[in-house]
């Protein structure tokens, strides 16, 4: 249970600076950029609101933070137990009759798992909250405006439903990474290639899985 | 006791080990010399289901090895301490929290207070004190291959394996390992299986010494028949050895 909460700091308390800082920037480019667009298409951008936060929530929120968590979580788990697996400390574990795979991915497992939800929630949230600065900064709209516009586009099912793509991310990580680290070849090399294989696979397995995922919900709008 | 019966194993299309049959009694060191490849590493791993032979048995106590799931070899890794080739100590723990891992999994019924005696003690063994609370990359590789050595006696093992216990050491914490090595088989009346390079090291302490090479037994037998063995590479070995013999 100390591993868990051990973990859970790691992967969400100190990740969260580096994820809200990229998030807020999405949301800034997000909203300019429905705004411009719109303005370019149909002369009009009074919709942008509603759009931008049904792109934040739909995709953006869940789908960055968990790339960014992928590199920075994902990487150092594979480079971990990859330097494990070539300092023997693997096999060491399994001599003092401890199971690596319970010892080292479970309860990196559950804090990915719980992390990648809370993380969804609070960075879609403070990335709505950013979309709003900036539109009431920069398109004129008030606060008011901005939330009567978004309400009329999304509801709460669609934050639930992000919160759910986050802590499914959350679960692929800590299985792509540990899967590499538990195969990494010797030397430095190889738990080099062990980290950009986990990164990859990793990203791609959430763009995949974020289709999967959007097609799924989509029953339930 | 520990028998290798016909012994195969095989990467891919290359054959490490061709047909290994050996005896180690109870109580006795037994040396595996060899060249760098020759499968010593593989050997000792196989021993302990860390690697699946090929074909061939393994016995350990009379239990065949070579089969057993994650969970049957629990009890015979339990009878078994490893001194792995790195010092394959925990980076984020510190050198009490790395020689207590063990016990706490195998002697839960230990006390904060015994769980401390028992890592002072197995600490005290292998001539280190006052290193409890440092991280193992604050001390040096030597040490941190005592501390490897300490957590693998920490829970009685009564075999014990060591994978090139003095490669990348000076020549006195070469000496200082051996002698511990000596020490503590005897002192803890265990069976202890040694790959190493050393020969010198094998006839000091060795009861028995097998030597490979293209994973075969080219030779084997006590320290004194070993030094009347004409394979060259025996000769080879005990060259270096009564070279650095005269040395010193």
Redesign the interface.
Known sequence: MKDIFVQLEFVTWQSLPVILFCVCFAAVVTIIESSFHMKLVVQNDALVPGFAALLILRELGAVVSALLLTSRVGAGLAAEVGSMKITEQIEALKMLGIDPVRFLVVPRFVACVIGGFLLSLIANLVCLYCAMLVSEAKLSYSSGAFITSMRAFVTFQDLVFACLKGACFGAVIPLVSCYFGFRCKSGAEGVGLATTNSVVVSSVLIIVLDFVLTFLFSHFY | MITFRDVHKQFGEREVLKGITFEVPEGQILFILGTSGTGKSVLL?NI?G?MQPTSGQILVDGTDVTRLS?EEL?PV??K???V???P????SLTIFENVA??LR??YPEYSAAQLAERVRECLSLVYLSGVEDKKPQAISYGMQKRVSLA??VA?NPRILLFDEPTTGLDPVTTRAINDLILELSRKLKTTSLVVSHDMQCALDIADQIIVLDMGEIVARGTPEELRKNPHPLVRDFLKEALDAETAS
């Open positions: 791993k302990v860390l994650e629990f890794r339990r078994c301490g490893m792995f080739q790195h394959a100590l925990f980076d891992f063990g999994k195998h957590r693998t829970v």
